[in-house]
């Protein structure tokens, strides 16, 4: 699509803006906006992330990000205001707009926490676009994380201990960029938290456990290596080994290669 006119889009995303405290406008709107940098020459999986189940405009990034940014200063004066807009443009079956309303429910003030959990909750309920629970998890949830952590470490334990796997995965979505917070420091609980699950690993979470241990290694290399030692020494974890084998990569040298002797896996085989 053409270049985008940086002062054409900071007019236009005032403009929208001003709607803040008028949903239904509001809406109308941004639906106009982003139908005006619509990239309509764009394929769904073209940059090799999975298409979205919703429909999509297909706007760049700092189309978005230029819309928020504007938004953000009325958020922090107005939670109200802001959650009611987040519910109208949760109504929308459009990405962007579920979209920025996830990313606006991240800006509102978490004290108290419970309209955006509750939002949350509601709205992850049955969601089966995971891109769409991935931006939940991660915008919607962004100041609870920040400044309230010890609240979202209670829910994604309420999560986790859920009888079913498609609550517990929202546990594990929501564990990725807590873990990747440089703000939080209490690396221990998170091998408390995904501890049972581990132990009794059921197939359809591989993946997200998977990726859990991934940013877990990332994070903090030497406690992961020593947690899943620990787990394929002393309880004999198929899973544990079978989760070592597929994040060896993401492991120093060092650590890398004590695992991989842990497990038997040929350095032909990485």
Known sequence: MPAINLAQLRENSAQLARLFEQPELFVRKLHSFLSGYSDRTHRPGQTGDPAP??????????VIRQALLDIKPMTAEDSLAAL???????????????????SILGMVNP??????????NSWSNNLSDFQLVVVLLDKGLE????????????????WLDDNEASVKRLGLHALIPLIRSANYENIPIFFRQV??????????LRME?????????????????YYLRQL??????????WLTRQNL????????????ELVRIPQSEQ
């Open 111 to 120: 004290h108290p926490h419970g309209p955006v959990l509750e939002r949350v």
């Open 232 to 241: 394929i020494t002393q309880n004999s974890s198929t899973d544990a080994t």
């Open 209 to 225: 456990m998977r990726d859990v241990i991934k940013e877990l290694a990332t994070r903090t290399p030497v406690e992961t290596a």
């Open 53 to 62: 189940l919703l429909e999509s405009y297909n706007v760049p990034k700092p």
């Open 84 to 102: 009611q807009l987040c519910d109208a443009l949760w109504e929308e079956t459009n990405f962007e707009m579920r979209y920025i309303g996830a």
């Open 143 to 158: 100041r609870i994380r920040n400044e309230v952590p010890e609240v979202l470490i209670d829910q994604i334990d309420t």
């Open 249 to 260: 990569k993401h492991f120093p040298p060092d650590i890398r290669k004590s695992l991989q």
């Open 195 to 204: 501890s049972p699950i581990i132990r009794e690993l059921p197939p359809q």
